[in-house]
Structures are given as C-alpha cells and as structure tokens.
C-alpha cells in the first residue's frame, strides 16, 4: 500500500506527508513503520514520518534502549569488568562506561531507520 502510495506521488513529483506532522520529506528522508495496533486487532498498515518524527517512533526507541541495555552491559563487562570488579575505579570509567552503551544504541538506531528508510 505504502509503495503504491509513493509511485503515484513519485509520478507527480511531491513525496508522502509525515503522518505525525504532516511534513513533506525529500527523497531518502521518510522512513515507513508497522501501524501500532492494540491487542488482537488484526489492522497490519505502515506509517510514513519524516525524520525529525522517526527519531523519536517511540517502538523503535524503546528497542534501541533495550539492545543498549543488553549489549552496553555485556560490553562494559568484557571492556572494565576487571577493574570494575576489583574496586580500584578511575575518573576515565565515568566517560568510558556511558560511551559504551552509547555505541549500541546509536547502532540499533541507525539500523533500524536505514531499515524503515523509503
Ligand atoms: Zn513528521
């Protein structure tokens, strides 16, 4: 549906409006998203929001925050466990552990809108 959608505004020249703003993205700057549906409804329709709207698509956040979680920690444990096991903490860990849940969060993120991108 979605695609339909596209080629025939593509045709005319104009690119979809953002479903949260209604901004018109240029190409390569809206990103489609599955319709969230409450529980046992059966609607399976995608979204379209313009960058400034994607970023904050509160499912895809929520995802990044977990794999940040999941992964940061995992890093933080292979990178400083050493010295955060033997209590012998430094100023530099105070920078290094918040980058290391930065990485991963970044990451999902990126993916996850080069994945929705259109
Ligand atoms: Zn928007």
Redesign the pocket.
Known sequence: MVEALETSLHDAGEFPA?D??G?HSSKGWSFAFKRPVPDGAKDEGMIL??A??AIRHRPMVRRSLIVALVVGSILTLLNQGDILFSGSWNGALYWKVPLTYCVPLCVATYGALSNARR
Do not use: E, Q, V
């Open positions: 953002c949260s703003c901004r929001k313009c400034r709207c």
